[in-house]
Structures are given as C-alpha cells and as structure tokens.
C-alpha cells in the first residue's frame, strides 16, 4: 500500500557530507510527521531529527548544527542533509512517516528498508 524508498548513503570521510532522500508513494491521503531514525550495530535504534508537515523541526542533540531535515510536501519526500559527519554518525538510517491512507483504510507508521552511512577515515 505505502512504500518509503530511502537513497544517498554511503562511504564518507570524517568532515564530509552526505545527502539522504526518502520518497513515498502508494496509497496516501495525507502525511503527517516525517523523520529519520538510525541504528548502529548493538544499538537501539534512535531519533535523528523529525519534521511536522508544517515545517516544524526537531534534532536529537548530537546532531544539532551539523543535519537539517526538510520535506517537500507537494512530492512526498524527505531529505536529510549531513554535514561535519563523524565517526559516531555511522549507522542505518531509516525513513519514517505518519501517513493517514486514502479512502478511510486507517493511520500508521511507515519505515524505509534503510540506508548505510559509514563515516571512517
């Protein structure tokens, strides 16, 4: 019914930047809040920054100053710039959203399959 398909991770030196994007399609009528979440091996899996479909946003404080999330409401897609990336930044980041879905079938969270970031020098 929905799919979040995530794209941009990869290998990147400490100091550098990469650029996640996240695209939703199916069955939607309306997407609430968006987010990226990320888990590093042995690691719960924990908020990275989350935005309100009007643009409100909010950063776990490791991130603060260095990511920006933005969405685009009109193409149902989320990005989330990384800069200044570090060792620690190292995980599988995953797309999430609230979606209300068309023609009454309910509200949930829906996830990404996840992208690799890798921050090493």
């Known amino acids: 019914q929905v799919q979040l398909v995530e794209s941009g991770g990869g290998l990147e030196l400490p100091g550098g930047s990469l650029r996640l994007s996240c695209a939703v399609s199916g069955n939607i009528w309306y997407i609430y809040d968006m987010g990226w979440y990320r888990q590093a091996p042995g690691e719960r899996r924990e908020l990275v920054a989350v935005i309100t479909r009007g643009g409100t946003t909010d950063y776990t404080d490791s991130v603060k100053g260095r990511f920006t999330i933005s969405r685009d409401n009109a193409k149902n897609t989320v990005s989330l710039q990384m800069n200044n990336l570090k060792p620690e930044d190292t995980a599988i980041y995953y797309c999430?959203?609230?979606?209300?879905?068309?023609?009454?079938?309910?509200?949930?969270?829906?996830w990404g399959q996840g992208t690799q970031v890798t921050v090493s020098s």
């Open positions: 999430n959203a609230n979606i209300a879905l068309a023609y009454g079938m309910g509200t949930g969270d829906y």
